[in-house]
């Protein structure tokens, strides 16, 4: 160990350890179950944590390993966790997202709070519900950081392990055992996710390997949303060639629409709300129907392609 970075956590910490042990009690009310969709979605909020980072422009480059021995990483190339001391909590900032429920947003760098997982719980619950996590952290100041934990509480301090160029971070844990049914990690339903992120981000590269079976896939799509519609339609008879597209930032919110007709009856539509499939839909998806067919109605009667007695559309 070439350094630390002090930590004023104790044994008597009671916020953290009350807190770690409501998410072991009760998991299924942090990642709303125990079996493969809880499993899963440890994945999707650590990763939910560096598309983040994407989002702000960041970060360009996500690898996610499921190990030969059943342990998880997601690395990226963002701005790494802070490590300095969190004045709210007189702990350094990377022990404070790690330990301490909801903190990622406390941040003034605004970091993690733009994508939500199921209820955008945070990577503290992550390790919560991990036998052993292990966080590495390049801030950017030349030096690599690293804390370790079992089941949520730190092992030691916040350790300065040494030099290390770049930024960013990785995150290593191994989901529990006790808590999950299942620990066996789908290729296929993380890839898919994956893939969906890669659509909504567009410019990030996500390569996904799985040391289990030798499997590898990278997926980075330039045009995002737009290459998303294309992929929809690659079998279908399209009326357009190019998909409208409509990018637009209203009060602090952020919206991207990717349309293409085709020749088919059936409709395709895909919603997102912070990079989460909607499946039940939602305002957003309403407010967009409801504007679509104004907009289409209002067309159609200004070049009288609907005529006065006409109902509209």
Not at 190 to 217: C, H, N, P
Request: negative net charge; charged residues 25%.
């Amino acid at each position: 160990m070439i350094g630390e970075v002090k930590s004023s956590y104790s044994g008597s910490d009671i916020q953290v350890l009350e807190g770690l042990e409501a998410v072991r009690r009760r998991p299924g009310m942090y990642i709303g179950s125990t079996d493969y969709r809880g499993l899963h979605h440890l994945v999707y909020e650590v990763v939910d944590n560096s598309v983040d980072e994407a989002l702000g422009g960041y970060c360009d480059y996500i690898e996610v390993t499921i190990h030969a021995d059943g342990k998880v990483s997601v690395e990226d190339n963002g701005r790494g966790i802070p490590v300095d001391i969190q004045p709210q909590m007189g702990k350094p900032a990377l022990e404070v997202v790690m330990t301490i429920l909801h903190a990622g947003g406390k941040f003034g760098s605004g970091a993690y709070k733009v994508s939500g997982g199921l209820h955008g719980v945070g990577v503290s619950v992550v390790n919560a519900l991990s036998s052993r996590m292990r966080s590495e952290v390049k801030p950017g100041d030349g030096y690599l950081y690293r804390q370790e934990y079992a089941r949520g509480v730190p092992q030691g301090p916040v350790e300065m392990v040494g030099p290390a160029e770049g930024h960013g971070t990785r995150q290593t844990f191994l989901a529990d055992r006790t808590i999950f049914d299942d620990s066996d990690f789908s290729f296929d339903i993380l890839s898919q996710r994956f893939r969906e992120m890669a659509y909504l981000t567009k410019g990030l590269r996500i390569k996904f390997i799985d040391e289990r079976v030798d499997k590898e896939l990278s997926f980075y799509f330039e045009g995002g949303v737009v290459s998303f519609v294309r992929h929809l339609n690659k079998n279908r008879a399209v009326l357009h060639p190019r998909p409208i597209y409509v990018e637009k930032q209203v009060n602090g919110t952020h919206v991207e629409v990717a349309i293409q007709y085709n020749d088919g009856f059936a409709e395709s539509v895909f919603a997102f709300a912070n990079n989460i499939n909607t499946i039940d839909g939602g305002t957003h998806l309403t407010g967009f129907r409801a504007a679509l067919t104004r907009t289409l109605n209002d067309y159609a009667r200004k070049y009288n392609l609907l005529k006065e007695d006409d109902p509209s559309l």
